[in-house]
């Protein structure tokens, strides 16, 4: 895959954990799966619809990939579409970017840059 940023959906208690940590070690649905879900920009808002509908203190982390060397895997997930997955810690080293999950206008969301 040619993408070399990808997106985690954070809740404010897990950001706050990354911040002050200084790395990520998953939610619960990724200790359970053995790895960290990520998504690209064009999955970002889907997973945000399917999997934090309702939640509220939502924040969206930019990591840069490339970082990460070969603790990424590109795996089939949702609707048979590659997705990033992190086999490792996400350290905050490797997060460019994040702020709070909001959405524009049209309800799209806003990635961090």
Same mark, same amino acid.
């Given at each position: 895959? #040619?993408?070399? /940023?990808?997106?985690? /959906?954070?809740?404010? &208690? %897990? $950001?706050? @954990? ?17 790895? /960290? ?5 064009? %999955?970002?808002?889907?997973? !945000? ?6 939640? &509220?203190? $939502? ?15 590109? &795996?089939?997930? @949702?609707?048979?579409? $590659? ?6 810690? !996400? *350290?905050? #080293?490797?997060? /460019?970017?994040?702020?709070?999950? $909001? @959405? ?5 969301? %806003? !990635? *961090?840059?």
């Amino acid at each position: 895959m #040619s993408d070399t /940023i990808a997106y985690k /959906i954070l809740t404010g &208690e %897990q $950001l706050a @954990r990354l911040l002050a940590d200084g790395t990520f070690t998953g939610a619960p649905v990724d200790l359970a799966d053995g790895y /960290i879900h990520m998504s690209t920009a064009d %999955q970002a808002q889907g997973t !945000l619809d399917k999997h934090f509908a309702g939640q &509220e203190d $939502l924040h969206v982390a930019a990591v840069d990939l490339t970082a990460l060397g070969d603790t990424v895997k590109w &795996e089939v997930s @949702r609707g048979g579409a $590659l997705f990033p997955h992190i086999y490792a810690d !996400l *350290p905050l #080293s490797a997060v /460019i970017a994040h702020g709070p999950a $909001l @959405r524009d206008a049209d309800g799209a969301l %806003q !990635l *961090p840059r």
